[in-house]
């Protein structure tokens, strides 16, 4: 009997690396780059950084947080002033298309919110907006943990506040 055991504990050791292969555990990957996003009011740049989860091959979760660093001239009534993205977040649910080992598409839906700053003759007001975001993308791994992001989203601003496109380029790696 104690045989038995021993027998069967060797072989269940042997048999874990199959089940762990055959299984993956989800794999996280995170990315910075330059987003540009083209809005009703304002055309601004902004640093974005994304953290995300692989539940599996084809389903995801991630968050972005973008810090603004470009401003765009304005004029409204005919001042001329600014305005500044100050910062944004978001959260997504992602599905993802892998073709072949470097390459996968997806698209995106989630939930955001954006803060902007406005300075128009020395007055400065903060604007701010929530909005349901949607968009598609491609993601090409130069090996297996190292990439390239390249993404388009639309943020679709709450009270009909308007509509922004947000363009993204990212280094991305999986961890």
């Known amino acids: 009997m104690r045989n038995l055991i021993l027998a069967a504990a060797a072989v269940s ?21 330059y987003t540009h996003v083209d809005g009703d009011a304002a055309s601004t740049g902004a640093v974005t950084g994304r953290l995300g989860v692989n539940l ?19 004029t409204i009534n005919g001042v001329e002033g600014n305005i500044k ?38 007055a400065k007001a903060d604007l ?19 990439g390239l992001r390249a993404d388009w989203t639309r943020r679709d601003y709450r009270d009909n506040a308007g509509e922004a496109d947000a363009y993204s380029v990212s280094y991305i790696r999986r961890f």
Do not use: C, M
């Open 128 to 146: 701010g907006g929530d909005s349901w975001n949607y968009g598609v993308g491609a993601n090409y791994y130069l090996d297996g943990v190292n």
């Open 85 to 122: 993205q100050e910062w944004d977040a978001a959260g997504y649910v992602v599905g993802k298309y892998p073709i072949g080992d470097k390459l996968e598409l997806f698209a995106r839906g989630g939930y955001g919110h954006t803060e902007l700053k406005r300075n128009v003759d020395g």
């Open 56 to 74: 599996n091959r084809f389903l995801a979760v991630e968050t972005e947080a973008s810090v603004g660093v470009k401003k765009d001239d304005v």
């Open 13 to 33: 050791v042997l048999a874990t690396p199959v089940f762990a292969q055959s299984n993956p555990e989800p794999r996280g990957y995170g990315s910075l780059g």
